[in-house]
Nanobody, 123 residues
């Protein structure tokens, strides 16, 4: 499966963005989807994950209550709604897919990755 992430940009603190991850090659409905991010000078970290059915989610503590992961399997697209953004949310955001039914927080558990979209939050 090929993944294409988009929707990043420059936003002021407190603002919102919606990231999208579109898939081609295979239907996303079979996959657990995850969002990760890599801040400047840091390792890639888990942000959120969503089950194939869309009924189960998992979030990093740092984004819980501010970010929402969702999916539209008919459009073969997964979204990450980013609200109440903070400067520390500045990072390149990546979507990833895993065919196992586990909401993993580990980058090594996701075999398929998009190219990343950059989010910059100004103070």
């Amino acid at each position: 499966v090929q993944l294409q992430a988009c929707g990043g940009g420059l936003v002021q603190a407190g603002g919102s963005l919606r990231l999208s991850c579109a898939a081609s090659g295979r239907t996303l409905g079979r996959y657990v989807m995850g969002w990760f991010r890599r801040a400047p000078g840091k390792e890639r970290e888990f942000v959120a994950a969503l089950s194939s059915s869309g009924t189960a989610t998992s979030y990093a503590d740092s984004v819980k209550g501010r970010f929402t992961i969702s999916r539209d399997n008919a459009k073969n697209t997964v979204y990450l709604q980013l609200n109440s953004l903070k400067p520390e949310d500045t990072a390149v955001y990546f979507c990833a897919a895993d065919f196992r039914p586990v909401l993993s927080h580990q980058t090594s558990d996701y075999p398929y990755w998009g190219q990343g979209t950059e989010v910059t939050v100004s103070s």
